[in-house]
């Protein structure tokens, strides 16, 4: 048996990219052999200050020289060298590096940033790993439909779901962006409904009758949200508490906390990298049936809840395993999800 270790290349080293690195970097069956950046700012700093091979783009490399950056090559030499590459770039600029992918037959994997026309595949974890098993071209879709996934997936398999009205107050940019916004102002976003959620839930879940509505917030810890679900069959707020408590990537919230902020600093105390909450966080105590429908919040952290299913997408793209619930179970192991 070959036990060499899949070669991942990481293309745009940002928000998400530097957290799949990381997440890679833990693997026993995958390992990055090189990052790429655009210039030589504080992220190249730590990338290389933890070791991986930077890459960049070839009329920047002497730009990265000058700094005192040892460059590995163009970001084309690392995609020759990769087996697979996890395409981080800002969305919609991911799909202009298609060409060179193909041209180097490199599987590639892209963002929920992009269009879904990017690549056959949109993938979850739970949802429809198998789907995705060999396959050339995977897009992981957004953060928020990934929490929605999450949640809609399971409540289907128990007892089916009708409807799903969902309405996301989004984080206005991460963090350590200084550009986005509102500073004060709650903006439609978008103005026309539905927004691309519910359809991109149901380039996982094409059954799934869902709509969905997003309005922009003045907050970078995380998104929220709101949830209405139509369910086909009985059920109480117990049976989904225990549904949800039993699921690998979601977190049941708890003793005290009512608000975004106090997830993070639960994710600080915790010890998290980056205080990174990589699963679902349902508030336990919203979680209500009435008159036969569930109501529920929950809340995501954007920069952290696709990096799981990133790794997991590669293990089914390169067939390194077959079952959804033994890679699930590997990548959270490493990473330290649900603990
Ligand atoms: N930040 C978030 O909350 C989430 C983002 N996404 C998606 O992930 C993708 C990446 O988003 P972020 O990490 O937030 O973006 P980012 O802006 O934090 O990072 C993108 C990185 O790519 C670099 N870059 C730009 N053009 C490049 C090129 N042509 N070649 C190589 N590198 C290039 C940038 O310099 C930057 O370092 C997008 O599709 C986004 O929609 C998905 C889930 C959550
Ligand atoms: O995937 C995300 O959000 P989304 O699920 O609302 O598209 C990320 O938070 C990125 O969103 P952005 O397009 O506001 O940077």
Same mark, same amino acid.
């Given at each position: 048996?070959?036990?060499?270790?899949?070669?991942?290349?990481?293309?745009? @080293?940002?928000?998400?990219?530097?957290? =799949?690195?990381?997440?890679?970097?833990?693997?026993?069956?995958?390992?990055?052999?090189?990052?790429?950046?655009?210039?030589?700012?504080?992220?190249?700093?730590?990338?290389?200050?933890?070791?991986?091979?930077?890459?960049?783009?070839?009329?920047?490399?002497?730009?990265?020289?000058?700094?005192?950056?040892?460059?590995?090559?163009?970001?084309?030499?690392?995609?020759? $060298? %990769? &087996?697979? +590459?996890?395409?981080?770039?800002?969305?919609?600029?991911?799909?202009?590096?298609? %060409?060179?992918?193909?041209? $180097?037959?490199?599987?590639?994997?892209?963002?929920?940033? #992009?269009? !879904?026309?990017?690549?056959?595949?949109?993938?979850?974890? $739970?949802?429809?790993?198998?789907?995705?098993?060999?396959?050339?071209?995977?897009? +992981?879709?957004?953060?928020?439909?990934?929490?929605?996934?999450?949640?809609? @997936?399971?409540?289907?398999?128990?007892?089916?779901? #009708?409807?799903?009205? +969902?309405?996301?107050?989004?984080?206005?940019?991460?963090?350590?962006?200084? !550009?986005?916004?509102?500073?004060?102002?709650?903006?439609?976003?978008?103005?026309?409904?539905?927004?691309?959620?519910?359809?991109? =839930?149901?380039?996982?879940?094409?059954?799934?009758?869902?709509?969905?509505?997003?309005?922009?917030?003045?907050?970078?810890?995380?998104?929220?949200?709101?949830? /209405?679900?139509?369910?086909?069959?009985?059920?109480?707020?117990?049976?989904?508490?225990?549904?949800?408590?039993?699921?690998?990537? *979601?977190?049941?919230? %708890?003793?005290?906390?009512?608000?975004? %902020?106090?997830?993070?600093?639960?994710?600080?105390?915790?010890?998290?990298?980056?205080?990174?909450?990589?699963?679902?966080?349902?508030?336990?105590?919203?979680?209500?049936?009435? &008159?036969? #429908?569930?109501?529920?919040?929950?809340?995501?952290?954007?920069?952290? &809840? =696709?990096?799981? #299913?990133? +790794?997991?997408?590669?293990?089914?793209?390169?067939?390194? $395993?077959?079952? /959804?619930?033994?890679? *699930?179970?590997?990548?959270?192991?490493?990473?330290?999800?649900?603990?």
């Amino acid at each position: 048996m070959n036990m060499s270790k899949v070669k991942v290349a990481i293309n745009g @080293y940002g928000t998400i990219g530097k957290r =799949v690195a990381d997440a890679v970097s833990l693997q026993d069956d995958m390992e990055i052999i090189g990052i790429s950046k655009t210039r030589p700012n504080f992220e190249a700093k730590t990338a290389a200050m933890k070791g991986y091979n930077i890459y960049a783009p070839a009329d920047k490399i002497d730009a990265f020289t000058k700094d005192g950056y040892t460059i590995a090559g163009s970001i084309e030499d690392m995609i020759k $060298e %990769a &087996d697979i +590459v996890v395409d981080c770039t800002p969305g919609k600029v991911g799909v202009s590096n298609k %060409a060179l992918y193909e041209k $180097e037959g490199v599987k590639a994997i892209w963002q929920g940033g #992009e269009s !879904k026309d990017i690549a056959p595949i949109s993938f979850n974890s $739970e949802a429809n790993y198998a789907d995705a098993l060999g396959a050339d071209f995977v897009r +992981v879709v957004s953060c928020n439909t990934t929490g929605l996934c999450r949640v809609i @997936y399971p409540l289907d398999q128990k007892y089916g779901v #009708e409807k799903v009205r +969902v309405t996301i107050v989004r984080r206005g940019g991460d963090p350590g962006d200084i !550009k986005s916004g509102p500073i004060d102002a709650l903006v439609l976003d978008p103005i026309k409904l539905p927004s691309h959620h519910g359809p991109d =839930v149901k380039t996982i879940m094409p059954h799934i009758n869902i709509t969905s509505a997003a309005i922009k917030a003045p907050t970078s810890f995380m998104h929220l949200h709101v949830l /209405n679900i139509q369910l086909k069959e009985e059920c109480t707020a117990d049976d989904v508490k225990n549904l949800f408590a039993a699921r690998p990537r *979601i977190q049941m919230i %708890a003793d005290g906390i009512s608000a975004t %902020a106090q997830i993070i600093e639960f994710g600080r105390d915790l010890g998290r990298p980056r205080n990174d909450m990589w699963e679902n966080c349902v508030f336990k105590e919203s979680v209500s049936v009435d &008159d036969g #429908e569930l109501y529920f919040f929950q809340a995501i952290h954007q920069e952290s &809840d =696709v990096i799981p #299913e990133n +790794v997991d997408a590669i293990r089914a793209m390169m067939s390194l $395993e077959k079952d /959804n619930l033994k890679s *699930i179970e590997k990548t959270n192991k490493s990473m330290g999800i649900g603990l």
